[in-house]
């Protein structure tokens, strides 16, 4: 069964500074999607970024990049610059068929 | 943008009754998607309809069902709510089904 993990349930970072939050699957695709989805206290999710896995290149969208390592199926998710409004949950997904299958989450907690 | 939109963000019943969740999408979406999320379980899928009138079993179907009738609507029943269904709901689309989900703000159902 195809399984995404997050072995981080929680993390903290200091406002301003840089934090990396992990995650690996397993699949026996070839192309497929990856994703980090952001659920903040307000409960609504949103999608932080998406990669394609027959693109090399690592998806970047202003202060979250992603470390896409395809061959060790490792997907983290970096985020520059903390700030307040970064504390959320943060959940690592990938597709499977028709599905998407998510972790289990990584709360994240922003230290002022 | 998409928008999704769910008839509850709190509801409570009472063990037996009959209950419905509803969700719906703005942007003419084929595929939506029902999750309940459950503290250290992350989003597991309940069920996920790709047409009018078809519907596909996720990874936790019992004691559910659903009905979607219009494309934008995509309706959860629990047919006799029972107290471990007390959890939260998520309502998603997606235009296609390997891709981005687009979620709702959620329903906290409580069962007494």
């Known amino acids: 069964a195809q399984t995404v993990t997050q072995s981080q349930p929680e993390m903290s970072v200091q406002e301003a500074e840089t934090v990396t939050l992990s995650c690996t699957y397993d699949t026996s695709e070839s192309d497929y999607y990856l994703f980090w989805y952001k659920q903040p206290p307000s409960r609504q999710m949103i999608l932080v970024i998406r990669q394609e896995a027959y693109k090399q290149q690592n998806a970047t969208e202003n202060r979250f990049s992603v470390n896409f390592q395809k061959a060790a199926k490792s997907f983290s998710l970096k985020i520059s610059d903390s700030q307040l409004g970064d504390a959320a949950m943060y959940f690592c997904?990938?597709?499977?068929?028709?599905?998407?299958?998510f972790g289990k989450g990584t709360r994240l907690h922003i230290l002022p | 943008d998409v928008k999704v939109t769910q008839s509850s963000r709190y509801l409570v019943k009472r063990t037996g009754e009959k209950v419905f969740l509803e969700c719906v999408q703005d942007m003419d979406h084929e595929n939506m998607f029902w999750y309940r999320q459950d503290p250290g379980l992350g989003l597991r899928l309940i069920y996920f309809?790709?047409?009018?009138?078809?519907?596909e079993k996720g990874d936790i179907p019992e004691g559910y069902s659903v009905s979607r009738e219009k494309k934008e609507r995509f309706s959860l029943i629990l047919e006799s709510a029972s107290t471990n269904q007390t959890s939260m709901y998520l309502c998603?689309?997606?235009?296609?089904?390997?891709?981005?989900?687009?979620f709702g703000p959620g329903t906290r159902l409580t069962v007494l």
């Open positions: 998603a689309s997606s235009l296609f089904s390997r891709d981005t989900q687009y």
């Open positions: 997904a990938q597709n499977r068929d028709d599905k998407i299958i």
């Open positions: 309809s790709y047409d009018v009138k078809m519907k």
